[in-house]
């Protein structure tokens, strides 16, 4: 069988390179793929964007379904195109997207369903916003209603910091429609964990649990990115918060999605928030969805995936995702994101990958901002590579993961060096 996978980064290098595992798949098409995409066994790139020729390329190639990796083709409409012309795709409709394309809906979807989120107030108004910020108080945090490539969100640890933001936003257009626009939202403390589930628009199935870090630098300091390293499964996701986050967020959100005649299909990710109270209670809530799955969390739980991925995501297709279970590998898995210089604020881009280790049963590298130029490897994003290491700890998940770093070389590489040290405490 034939599949196309649509997207270039890490997170859609790992989908297909688990999905060409099956021995009953023939080619995966990876449109627009990267340069690790090109090289991998039986994934071919397509250089296609378009919404339209992409299911053009779908039907006349006889494509048994395609599968989605980033949101902008998803709050575009690229589920509700390919199955208004009889091609089986997963993910979200354009409508059901809005959980992650405006916050301002996922706050007052999760409001009206009862799913634990922090206390809000959305504003159009400049005036307005700064007169709740000088009732609420700093920390305070200020969201961009829109899709903003991960930059919407400002932490304001002070007040200053959280009126700048709202100048920057809904005075000086700093983000667009996207932030014209803008929740304000109260500061939550605790510890985060990504939590994925594929869902059919009724049955769910969950991914392993991970963790992401999100800053630039060690110690999770400098600024916020798209995601540094990521580890699989995340201890702090107990089997009772598992099944707290099941009962109190992902469920009611399924349910209610369908309530309101927006049923969800495809990857949901709830980024979660855990505390505990003085009773040692322990505390969730959601401070956002997604509705893909995370970059770079996907590296590492497809490196744990053991079942088949291509009868999981027919199974959530043809509605049957109650049939399928999930099993996963028992050992760690962790990645290093080995970012370009420059990134976040500017990546420099078409330096060349001069080595990187070769993939074993414990190391693999999936490619993100890369493409082959006339026989050579360059960096043509932020973020470059993801090498991800399998142990039996995460210590040495982590230990076998910066030993592959430490082959990889190109000119102004930059790389955390302290992914997972939450999970070792
Ligand atoms: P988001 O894109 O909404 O996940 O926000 C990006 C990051 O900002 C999150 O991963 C958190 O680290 C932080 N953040 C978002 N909302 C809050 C909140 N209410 N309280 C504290 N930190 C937050
Ligand atoms: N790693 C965070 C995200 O994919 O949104």
């Not at 996907?298 to 088949?308: A, D, E, G, V, Y």
Request: aromatic content about 6%.
């Amino acid at each position: 069988m034939k599949i196309l996978v649509v997207g270039s980064g890490g997170r859609e290098h790992a989908i297909a390179w688990r999905l060409a595992q099956d021995a009953r798949v023939e080619t995966v098409y990876v449109a627009p793929g990267n340069a690790g995409t090109a090289l991998t066994p039986k994934l071919v790139n397509l250089a296609e964007n378009d919404i339209d020729r992409l299911a053009d390329f779908a039907a006349t190639n006889d494509i048994r379904f395609t599968v989605v990796g980033p949101e902008a083709p998803l709050a575009a409409g690229i589920v509700d195109h390919f199955r208004s012309r009889g091609l089986k795709i997963f993910g979200p409709t354009k409508a059901a997207a809005q959980l992650e394309s405006s916050k301002d809906f996922a706050k007052a979807f999760m409001k009206r369903h009862g799913v634990p989120t922090a206390d809000y107030e959305t504003f159009t108004d400049a005036a307005a916003a700064h007169a709740y910020i000088d009732r609420k108080g700093a920390p305070i945090v200020i969201k961009a209603d829109g899709l903003a490539a991960g930059k919407g969100v400002i932490v304001a640890m002070t007040l200053e910091e959280a009126h700048a933001a709202i100048d920057s936003m809904l005075e000086s257009n700093a983000f667009g429609a996207a932030g014209a626009r803008v929740v304000i939202e109260d500061f939550l403390k605790g510890e985060e964990a990504s939590f994925i589930v594929m869902v059919d628009g009724k049955n769910i199935l969950p991914m392993a649990s991970s963790q992401d870090h999100k800053r630039l630098l060690d110690r999770d300091e400098g600024p916020n990115t798209g995601g540094m390293g990521a580890y699989s499964p995340a201890p702090v996701v107990t089997p009772e918060i598992h099944e707290q986050v099941m009962r109190e967020i992902i469920r009611p959100t399924v349910q209610g999605m369908a309530d309101d005649g927006i049923p969800f299909t495809g990857f949901l990710y709830a980024g979660l928030m855990i505390d505990r109270d003085q009773n040692g209670r322990s505390n969730v809530k959601t401070l956002e969805f997604n509705c893909r799955m995370g970059d770079p969390e996907t590296q590492p739980i497809m490196s744990r995936l053991n079942s088949s991925f291509v009868d999981m995501v027919e199974a959530a297709i043809d509605g049957h995702l109650d049939t399928v279970q999930a099993q996963w590998d028992k050992r760690v898995a962790l990645g290093v994101v080995c970012a370009a210089r420059g990134y976040p604020v500017k990546p420099e881009k078409g330096a060349e990958i001069t080595s990187l280790p070769t993939d074993t049963d414990s190391l693999h590298v999936f490619h993100a901002g890369t493409k082959a130029d006339a026989g050579k490897t360059v960096v043509s994003g932020g973020r470059v590579l993801c090498v991800v290491g399998l142990g039996e700890t995460v210590k040495e998940a982590a230990r076998i993961a910066y030993e592959g770093v430490r082959e990889v070389h190109f000119d102004g590489m930059q790389y955390r060096s302290d992914i997972g040290y939450r999970a070792m405490k």
